[in-house]
């Protein structure tokens, strides 16, 4: 079996032409306030501006445009397709779907956030509650697909990848030198397009991978150099909460990207309050998991140029309204 690789710099524009079909590029900005409270400057990549809220949507067209083109669509219409989520990738997945007509089915476990099933259900897609975890709801979604005859759309794939690095490619083309990136890892799609990017327009950036310090298996993975399985009990962050890494993902971490760091979940509410206080953006707790890992290296980051991704601004209301709620360190509220 070979290796996997990155999308080179041509599957990359393909890719952009793709999205660009269904949106706009999003914006990077840096906030005055929040280089002032980091100390250096800090570029963010919106990705919570997007049609679905989050940098999800790009891997989602890409994917189910190279389907179209092998004819696989065709081939599994009227039965479909499947996938696992705990809600940006289910959004993709229905957008894209719903964009080719044809029915999609996305598994969630139990206890998945409201609004993120709202909004898969608003794509019209039908929502199946399946298990405790993510890693649960991913294998009913495998079982429901070898005995429905549905396509199974994963939550890692070349396709995914190519189209992801399209928010990458923007920031790399947009924003000269950035010194340091830093990436939250779900499965690993939007590091690995980081990644892709920089090498397609021959950057010199150091990208540093950021995980939930309660669902730390590519943390481990990472520093063990082989695939370890962990618990995923992050309360905030559930875009992160992925017990089993995947094989390929790994891989190209390990090739390409500089470092892992873990942050808390309490860290992961600290950088919800600090991005609505400097940017006025709600993020996700993923979402916010970069400017988390940011504000805890800040010393390191001194006179460098640093970006990071708001990878998705998909929270429900109940959990913006406490997190908010609470005080920030050192007395702002």
Known sequence: MNPPTL???EQIQQACRIVYEAMQPTAQYSWP??????????WIKHENHGPVGAFKIRGGLVYFRHLREQGRLEQNQPAGVIAATRGNHGQAVG????REGI???VCVPFGNSASKN???RSLGVTLVEHGQDFEEARQEARRR??????HYVPSFHQWLVAGNSTYSYELF???????VAYVPIGLGSGICGMCAARQALGRNTEIVGVVSAHAAAYYESFAQRRPVSRPADTKIADGMAVPVPDPDALELIWRHVARVVMVTDSEVEAAMRAIFDDTSNVAEGAGAAGVAAILKEKDRLRGK?????ISGGNVDRQVVARVLGQSLAGGLS
């Open 7 to 9: 999308p080179t710099n």
């Open 103 to 105: 029915p999609a089915t």
């Open 173 to 179: 083309q947009a924003v000269d030198g950035i010194d």
């Open 118 to 120: 709202r909004a898969m």
């Open 95 to 98: 957008f894209a779907a719903r």
């Open 33 to 42: 306030l929040l280089n002032e409270r980091v100390g250096t400057e800090v």
């Open 305 to 309: 140029r640093v970006a990071t991704v």
């Open 145 to 150: 697909a070898a005995v429905e005859g549905l």
